[in-house]
């Protein structure tokens, strides 16, 4: 498995706006985490669909977290942007294996990558800002 940059700069996104704990402009967040605009935007639209964080319109328009940063798990960040973890494409796509059932090297590898998930389910957005 090798997450996204996209999904990088989400976690940097979700992360500046837990520690920050304010509305922030769009055009602030991409210049303090040294992402191009409109692909700032691209993220945070992603991230306002899941219901992380909201967008406010307007004249003192922004974005801000739409739950507390203890209630933000990694795994939830990098989901909305990369989709399901999956440390292969057999573990995605069964039917794209060669092998029928599940074969030994799969079992192993669900066994990692059920720890992989658990791991980053635990931790949340009120841990890395401490």
Do not use: H, W
């Not at 602030?28 to 219901?51: C, H, M, W």
């Not at 998930?117 to 931790?123: D, F, H, M, N, W």
């Amino acid at each position: 498995m090798k997450m996204t940059r996209e999904a990088d700069y989400a976690i940097r996104i979700v992360a500046m706006l837990a520690m920050e704990n304010k509305q922030i402009e769009a055009k602030v967040i991409a210049e303090k985490n040294d992402i191009p605009y409109r692909f700032t935007l691209k993220i945070l639209r992603k991230i306002v669909q899941s219901g992380i964080i909201k967008s406010y319109r307007g004249v003192n328009g922004g974005y801000a977290l739409n739950k507390k940063p203890s209630e933000i798990t990694l795994r939830e960040v990098i989901e909305v942007i990369d989709g399901k973890i999956a440390i292969n494409a057999c573990m995605e796509n069964p039917e794209i294996c060669k092998s029928t059932g599940i074969c030994s090297i799969q079992k192993k590898l669900y066994n990692v990558q059920k720890i992989l998930t658990e791991e980053l389910e635990k931790i949340t957005f009120e841990n890395l800002s401490k």
